[in-house]
Each structure stands twice: as C-alpha cells, then as structure tokens.
C-alpha cells in the first residue's frame, strides 16, 4: 500500500464525518506524510497501521466528551483535558493509538475549574442600591402608570366625545330635512319653485345626516372596541407570562 491508497481509503472510511472535521484529519495525515518525506512512505503506513485502525482513532477521539475543544497539532490531536497522539513522529516504532495521559492538574493548574463564589460584599452592595432606590422607584412607578392612564381616559374620552357629537348632528340633520319637506309640502301649490328649492335642500340635508350616521356607526364598532381591547392588554400586561425562549 502506497501513500495514495492509505490517503483514499482513509478519506472513504471517514465520510460520515462533518465535512471540516474530515477535511482537517486529512490535511493533518498529509502533511505528515509530506514532513516524513516520500523516502520514508513505507515505514510510515507500516508505524499509523491501517486506515480502518488510524479511522477508528480519529473517531473515537472525535466522540469524546471534550472533543469540541480539540484540534489537530503539530504533535497529533490535542485536547485540553487530555495529551492526545493521533500519530507518531517517523522513526518511531509505535502505532498510533488514542492513549491519554492525565494532566497533573494538582501541579500545573490546568483542566481545573473553580466555581465562582458569591461575593458577600457585591450582595450588600445590591441590596442597598434596591433600598436607596425605592424612594425614586416608588414615585417613578405612579408617575408612569398614572400617566398611561390618564392617556388611556383622555382618548377614551374623545372618541367618546366624537360619537356623542356625530349622532347629535346626524339627528340634528334628519330634523331639518323633515322639517323642509313639510314646508316644502305646504308651500307646493302657491310656490312651486321655492317648494322644489325646499325639498332639494332637503334631500342635501338627508345626505349629509346619512354620512354623519354611518361614522356614528363607524366610531362604535371600530373604535371603541379597538379602545376597550387596548386598555385590557395594557392593564394585563405585567400579569401575562412572558414566552421563554429555548
């Protein structure tokens, strides 16, 4: 078996692998058959063992618990937690295997992790910015919610205003063309022409109390439901649970 073949079975045997972790195995084994020179090809394959065997160490290292904190150096594949040798350096007798030796954590301080303790200082200092801020808190808070409250009344009070005075003119109008028309009526046969002004006026009047009527209409069952809808959602508010994100 020549570099060419170990190289093609080795990229066959590693394709369900992600496509940059298979991509970095390879390169790694090339460029070491490339630092051990063509001369040393043999000797090389005969040191890795076979690709089945150099396969299954690259995936078993792959799979361990830290292996998204390992890489492929210069001295094999390394991860914090342990020293990894995913090939030997030529001249060597040894397979390449996936041994790990343990790091001196007592000595060297690495792989050790120390759980953050709470500072007692830091929650003091918390609790009295939360009573320090109370007094402004407190009157912030009332100012804000009186506030929108205030607005909430006042649009309410509008629209409210607005229907009051759209179904008072459209009343207003339907008054005055009935009021022409009965004119009109009386007055037909002595003034025909100011009879036919009359009932014309009249029939404007009509008109626009129609229009007056239909945003009467409008107002309450658009814009008083959309109000009422508003101030529920912004009452229930601080009561509705917020989604969690996961």
Same mark, same amino acid.
């Given at each position: 078996?020549n570099r060419?073949?170990?190289? *093609?079975? /080795? @990229?066959?045997?590693l394709g369900?692998?992600?496509?940059n972790?298979?991509? !970095?195995?390879l &390169? ?9 020179g063509?001369e040393? !090809? $043999?000797?090389?394959? &005969?040191?890795?063992g076979?690709? *089945?065997?150099v396969? @299954?160490?690259? &995936?078993?290292e792959?799979?361990?618990?830290d292996? !998204?904190?390992?890489?492929? =150096? $210069?001295k ?5 937690a +342990? =020293? %990894? %040798?995913?090939a030997?350096?030529? @001249?060597?007798?040894?397979?390449a295997?996936?041994? +790990?030796?343990?790091?001196?954590n ?9 759980p953050k ?5 830091k929650t003091?200092?918390?609790?009295? /910015? ?11 808070a009332?100012? #804000? ?14 629209i ?14 339907? =008054? ?14 002595g003034?025909p022409?100011?009879?036919? #002004? /009359?009932? @014309?006026?009249?029939?404007l ?5 129609i229009?007056?009527? /239909?945003l009467?209409v409008?107002?309450?069952?658009k814009?008083l ?16 649970? &917020? !989604?969690? #994100?996961v």
């Open positions: 078996m060419a073949e170990f190289m *093609q079975q /080795l @990229g066959a045997l369900d692998l992600p496509i972790e298979r991509t !970095e195995a &390169k790694y084994y090339a460029d070491y058959f490339d630092d051990a063509s040393n !090809e $043999e000797q090389v394959i &005969k040191e890795l076979s690709p *089945q065997e396969a @299954g160490i690259i &995936k078993a792959l799979n361990a618990k292996k !998204e904190s390992g890489e492929f =150096t $210069e094999g594949y390394k991860n914090p +342990y =020293t %990894t %040798t995913a030997p350096a030529a @001249g060597q007798n040894n397979r295997n996936s041994s +790990y030796t343990a790091n001196d007592a000595q060297s301080g690495q792989g050790t992790y120390t303790q709470n500072s007692a200082g003091a200092l918390i609790v009295v /910015l939360c009573i320090l801020l109370i007094p402004v808190g407190i009157p912030f009332i100012a #804000v919610v009186s506030t929108v409250f205030s607005l909430i009344i006042a649009i309410f009070s509008t409210f205003g607005l229907i009051i005075g759209c179904a008072a003119v459209t009343l207003a109008l339907f =008054t005055v063309a009935i009021i022409l028309i009965i004119i009109a009526f009386f007055n037909i046969a003034m022409l100011v009879s036919l #002004v /009359l009932i @014309g006026a009249a029939l009047t009509a008109a626009l109390g229009l007056f009527m /239909l009467t409008l107002l309450c069952g814009a439901p959309a109000i009422f809808k508003g101030i529920v959602y912004v009452c229930g508010y601080p009561f509705r649970k &917020k !989604e969690v #994100v």
